[in-house]
């Protein structure tokens, strides 16, 4: 079945760590995403990409990192230098914007 | 700026029974709008979208309005059941028609 894969689904940093998280879909979407989602509050839009090799900063994109070297795969690194890193992190894909968007199981980040 | 109202009280209503859920937004003039499920530890799942030219649209047991000049849409889920509780999240097109989405309302049916 085609379908986005997000893992781990647990994952535990410690402070001044990078983590990095992994997305993969076989679904052959060219655009992908990554959200983040905190208790009561919307998902946030961290980075996206819209083709391979290419990815563009959403509203909360300081301390993250991410590339798009594969189409099917769309890396999130959790850097050092975001200060507030528990969440759960959600990446996306979609084959066009009126098509609704496809989500992965998620990824729960939390720093020990 | 933009921003999306949905209430942050979950909804409780008896198995049988129509639930309605409420989306509001102001400074948008979108296109479109969209609605999502999202279960306890889950990703959102993609449920309906509606244009700005259609008033309604149902897809088996939901039902989705949208008034752009109230500026709100409506989720109704009739003949309600308990595996129907989840939260639903509507989400309208931002930047780069990427969606922001609202905050969610979590539906509870009580058998």
């Known amino acids: 079945d085609g379908g986005i894969t997000q893992s781990p689904k647990y994952l535990f940093r410690k402070e001044g760590q990078n983590v990095t998280l992994s997305c993969e879909q076989n679904?052959?979407?060219?655009?992908m995403y990554w959200y983040r989602q905190d208790p009561g509050q919307g998902l946030r839009l961290i980075y996206y990409?819209?083709?391979?090799?290419?990815?563009q900063k959403g509203d909360i994109a300081e301390g993250y990192s991410v590339s798009r070297e594969k189409k099917e795969s769309f890396p999130l690194t959790v850097t050092s230098a975001q200060k507030n890193p528990t969440a759960f992190y959600l990446c996306?894909?979609?084959?066009?914007?009126?098509?609704?968007?496809?989500f992965g199981s998620g990824t729960r980040l939390t720093v020990v | 700026s933009q921003k999306i109202e949905q209430n942050s009280e979950a909804l409780n209503i008896q198995e049988g029974k129509t639930a309605t859920l409420t989306c509001n937004y102001t400074?948008?003039?979108?296109?479109?709008l969209q609605w999502y499920r999202q279960d306890p530890g889950r990703g959102p799942v993609f449920l309906l979208l509606?244009?700005?030219?259609?008033k309604e649209k149902r897809k088996e047991r939901l039902k989705v309005t949208f008034d752009t000049t109230l500026k709100q849409s409506l989720f109704h889920i009739t003949a309600s059941q308990p595996a129907d509780s989840a939260t639903y999240l509507c989400?309208?097109?931002?930047?780069?028609?990427?969606?922001?989405f609202g905050r969610g309302t979590s539906l509870i049916v009580h058998p």
């Open positions: 989400a309208l097109p931002g930047g780069s028609y990427i969606p922001t």
């Open positions: 509606i244009r700005e030219n259609e």
């Open positions: 990409s819209q083709i391979v090799n290419d990815f």
């Open positions: 679904l052959n979407h060219d655009a």
């Open positions: 400074n948008y003039s979108p296109a479109y």
């Open positions: 996306a894909s979609n084959f066009g914007h009126t098509l609704g968007y496809t």
